[in-house]
Nanobody, 118 residues
C-alpha cells in the first residue's frame, strides 16, 4: 500500500521561507499528479497547488509567485518551496498524490503544521 511521509513544517516569521517534502513509498506504483492542500483552523481543506508527471504546475491564486512545487520522479518525492510566508499561510499542509497501481486512487499524507508569526 502506498504511503506518504511529509516533513519540513515548523514555526517561522513572516517573510521567511520553508520547504516541505513528501515522499511516496510502498510497492510498485506510478505517482501521477502530486500536490499540496492546506487546512487552517475552522476552515475547509483547500487546494494549494499540484504538479503533473510531465511537470506542469497549477497554483491557488493567493500563493502564486510565492510558492513553487517541484518533484523528483526517481524518488517519488514532491516538494513545496514556500517563500515570503504570511501569517495567513498558517495551516496544516497535506500532501496528496494520485497513484496508479491497478487503478488510480488518491493517497494523503499525515499533514505537517506550518505556523507563520507576524
Amino acid at each position: 500500500q502506498v504511503q506518504l511521509v511529509e516533513s519540513g513544517g515548523g514555526l517561522v516569521q513572516a517573510g521567511d521561507s520553508l520547504r516541505l517534502s513528501c515522499a511516496a513509498s510502498g510497492g510498485t506504483f506510478s505517482a501521477l499528479t502530486m500536490g499540496w492542500f492546506r487546512q487552517a483552523p475552522g476552515n475547509e481543506r483547500e487546494f494549494v497547488g499540484h504538479i503533473t508527471w510531465s511537470g506542469d504546475t497549477r497554483y491557488e491564486d493567493s500563493v502564486k509567485g510565492r510558492f513553487t512545487i517541484s518533484r523528483d520522479n526517481a524518488k517519488n518525492t514532491v516538494y513545496l518551496q514556500m517563500n515570503s510566508l504570511k501569517p495567513e499561510d498558517t495551516a496544516v499542509y497535506y500532501c496528496n498524490v494520485r497513484v496508479a497501481v491497478v487503478a488510480e486512487y488518491d493517497v494523503w499524507g499525515q499533514g505537517t503544521q506550518v505556523t507563520v508569526s507576524s
